[in-house]
T-cell receptor
Framework: RKEVEQDPGPFNVPEGATVAFNCTYS??????FFWYRQDCRKEPKLLMS???SGNEDGRFTAQLNRASQYISLLIRDSKLSDSATYLC????????????????FGRGTSLIVHP | EAGVVQSPRYKIIEKKQPVAFWCNPI?????LYWYRQNLGQGPELLIR????????DSQLPKDRFSAERLKGVDSTLKIQPAELGDSAVYLC?????????????FGPGTRLTVL
């Protein structure tokens, strides 16, 4: 099983739709969680951190479910400009003892918003 | 403020040749990361530096990959000799601040093609 798993999609939605992505992680001791956005042939950029209590930033809502070991990203009122790949990042413990926590990216979920 | 700078942006080499990538992080950022991103996948951490110390290189293929950050500022990642499977985008990122895990700022990457 992969450390961090995401449905690659693509999710094809019309403008104005609400869309949600999940990201599951395997190590229950994982420490911190983030969502990054990556446009085609560009570098990833931080979209938002994911807090235990959940957090919202405009049309975007991120939630963490530690019991089921997944994080989610909800996008409301989708815009054409939201079309991108959404990468989840999990800060997980090292595989070997004595190492440091490792930022581990999922493969990303592709979102296409059409008119 | 200048972002993370990487060079070259593109590199095409034949297998068994050496190649080097350079990264200059955002001024004042102590933490520097090197990632490799294959097509359709998320970035995979190769090595992380805190100042000039490599604090995590467990995922760096040490038989052919090496990295250095001698003065705790800019960094070089080298592959010698390159193999066909090394074709990927090599991303450098940096982060700063007091928290253990802060936003990572990525450079534009170096797209390597090994023929």
């Amino acid at each position: 099983r992969k450390e961090v798993e995401q449905d690659p999609g693509p999710f094809n939605v019309p403008e104005g739709a609400t869309v949600a992505f999940n990201c599951t992680y395997s190590n229950s001791a994982s420490q911190s969680f983030f969502w990054y956005r990556q446009d085609c042939r560009k570098e990833p950029k931080l979209l938002m951190s994911v807090y235990s209590s959940g957090n919202e930033d405009g049309r975007f809502t991120a939630q963490l479910n530690r019991a089921s070991q997944y994080i989610s990203l909800l996008i409301r009122d989708s815009k054409l400009s939201d079309s991108a790949t959404y990468l989840c990042v999990v800060i997980r413990p090292p595989l070997l003892s004595g190492g440091s926590y490792i930022p581990t990216f999922g493969r990303g979920t592709s979102l296409i918003v059409h008119p | 403020e200048a972002g993370v700078v990487q060079s070259p942006r593109y590199k095409i080499i034949e297998k068994k040749q050496p190649v080097a990538f350079w990264c200059n992080p955002i001024s004042g950022h102590n933490t520097l990361y090197w990632y490799r991103q294959n097509l359709g996948q998320g970035p995979e951490l190769l090595i992380r530096y805190e100042n000039e110390e490599a604090v995590d290189d467990s995922q760096l293929p040490k038989d052919r990959f090496s990295a250095e950050r001698l003065k705790g500022v800019d960094s070089t990642l080298k592959i010698q000799p390159a193999e066909l499977g090394d074709s990927a985008v090599y991303l450098c990122a940096s982060s700063g601040g007091r928290s253990t895990w802060n936003e990572q700022f990525f450079g534009p990457g170096t797209r390597l093609t090994v023929l």
